[in-house]
């Protein structure tokens, strides 16, 4: 068993480091992309504070479908364009929102949600799922939170498609 020691109140750029080199030796050698989503939204829950949601959706056709996740039931289907998971795969890029309330076409699947960080999962150039972060403050995710999740899916997309 992989033994992970993050401490969460490291600065920031050490804190994604450690977090991503934990999530690299989580999914190293393991072909199932299933269950290395399940112990990356594990991790990410485990060590991320403030968050009440940790998952992924993945792509299937033409549409978003749940994925392993951390955190309250949640929306199961979400079309490619909506919400903010669905404009983040529909654009491929990252979505930090400050206050979802105000994002146009937001998908509310837990109202307590204020603020969301969605990154693009890409595999040999193909749109595989993207992770979806939830916080209940508002503007949670900072610049530091996005290109730390950035390099981390960067690292172990491979390994999740």
């Given at each position: ?99 979802v309330h105000a ?59």
């Amino acid at each position: 068993m992989l033994e992970i020691a993050i401490n969460r109140d490291q600065p920031a750029a050490e804190f994604y480091t450690d977090l991503t080199a934990s999530a690299a030796a989580l999914v190293d050698g393991e072909p199932d992309a299933i269950a290395n989503m399940a112990n990356i939204a594990a991790l990410i829950w485990q060590y991320m504070p403030d968050l009440n949601w940790a998952g992924f959706y993945r792509r299937i056709d033409d549409e978003l479908v749940l994925g392993p996740f951390q955190g309250k039931t949640a929306c199961i289907r979400i079309a490619i364009g909506a919400g903010v998971c669905g404009t983040a795969a529909a654009t491929g890029e990252v979505q930090r929102v400050a206050d979802v309330h105000a994002f146009p076409g937001h998908i509310a699947c837990d109202a307590e949600s204020r603020s969301e960080l969605v990154v693009p999962v890409v595999r040999q150039g193909k749109l595989v799922g993207v992770l979806d972060l939830d916080s209940p403050l508002p503007d949670r995710f900072q610049p530091a939170d996005e290109s730390g999740m950035v390099k981390l899916i960067g690292a172990i997309a491979d390994n999740l498609g």
